[in-house]
């Protein structure tokens, strides 16, 4: 079994910036990549960044290039989302996951969940 524990969300007007954290514990030597999701109210849950854990190889959707950074720290089993020139639409709770399976931006691919971080962009 695997836990993870999301923290980082909160509160910033637009332009501004905050970086996700998320540890994981448990059976973690099946890990193929980690990655984050988010989901705002009303609306499916979308893919934001993955990093593969072996090969630190990264992905992430096409609004958020050049904003959201993804990395990881292997020795601290924790995986992180740099947030820069946050949007109100970056507004809503963000997951991270794990996948054991292929590699992929889809949720279904992913066996682990986190409880959620709310993240609010907002003057």
């Known amino acids: 079994q695997v836990q993870l524990v999301e923290s980082g969300g909160g509160l910033v007007q637009p332009g501004g910036s905050l970086r996700l954290s998320c540890a994981a514990s448990?059976?973690?030597?099946?890990?193929?990549?980690m990655g984050w999701f988010r989901q705002a109210p009303g609306k499916e849950r979308e893919f934001v960044a993955f990093v593969t854990w072996r090969g630190g190889l990264t992905n992430l959707r096409n609004s958020v290039k050049g904003r959201f950074t993804i990395g990881r720290d292997n020795a601290e089993n924790t995986v992180y989302l740099q947030m820069n020139s946050l949007q109100p639409e970056d507004t809503a709770v963000y997951y991270c996951a794990i996948t054991t399976q292929v590699v992929s931006d889809t949720p279904s691919r992913y066996d682990y969940w986190g409880q959620g971080t709310q993240v609010t962009v907002s003057s």
């Open positions: 448990g059976s973690i030597a099946s890990i193929n990549a």
